[in-house]
């Protein structure tokens, strides 16, 4: 990652967090900046303002992404790692993103005519689920009657319902124990035979 990313990066991690502990309302662009060591150049440099900063979820949930990577063992069953990567990271956003502006990025999602940023298939949520899965088809731990981007596709959206219910129930459950014992039931269907 070149050094204007990690910059624009550690920008939108510095807001969520400040987000989550003042609120986004009492969150200025002076906080923001003061608190992630940069200057006002800067941040203006990759933001318009503090609204857009809460297109940036996406940024913290790939930075969340690679971490996860780094950390999996490369020889774990592909089938697990999904699994993995998304009780992970559904702790993350459970402890970490308050459920007023994760409900509010979805609803932009949904609402909005232009750039949906969830979707963006360059980022790496979309690169790495398709890797993980292709892997797996190739493994055998991974049922490969389907091309390797539909069983990602499946993946995407059995994640995201989980996330849609947690947010239309307004965050009155444990996401990440949730999504540990729902997940293998309802992405298990794609788990090879025999794995």
């Not at 939108?12 to 003042?22: K, M, P």
């Not at 303002?49 to 949930?61: A, H, P, Q, R, V």
């Not at 790496?124 to 981007?149: A, S, W």
Request: hydrophobic residues 30%.
């Amino acid at each position: 990652m070149n050094k204007g990313n990690i910059t624009k990066q550690k920008i939108a991690v510095v807001a969520w967090q400040l987000f989550r502990e003042n609120g986004y309302e009492n969150t200025t662009v002076d906080d923001i900046i003061q608190k992630s060591g940069t200057s006002k150049g800067s941040f203006y440099h990759y933001y318009s303002g503090k609204d857009e900063l809460l297109s940036t979820l996406s940024d913290i949930f790939d930075a969340k992404y690679e971490e996860l990577l780094k950390e999996m063992d490369p020889d774990m069953n592909s089938f697990d790692k999904l699994i993995y990567l998304t009780v992970k990271s559904h702790e993350m956003i459970g402890e970490d993103i308050p459920i007023d502006l994760l409900s509010q990025l979805y609803a932009s999602q949904v609402t909005t005519r232009g750039d949906k940023h969830l979707l963006n298939q360059n980022r790496l949520y979309y690169r790495m689920i398709n890797e993980i899965v292709d892997e797996g088809q190739r493994r055998g731990q991974i049922r490969n009657d389907m091309p390797y981007y539909e069983v990602a596709q499946l993946y995407i959206q059995c994640e995201r319902a989980i996330v849609y219910d947690y947010c239309i129930n307004e965050g009155r459950y444990n996401l990440g124990e949730y999504t540990r014992r729902v997940m293998p039931m309802i992405f298990g269907c794609v788990k090879a035979q025999g794995e």
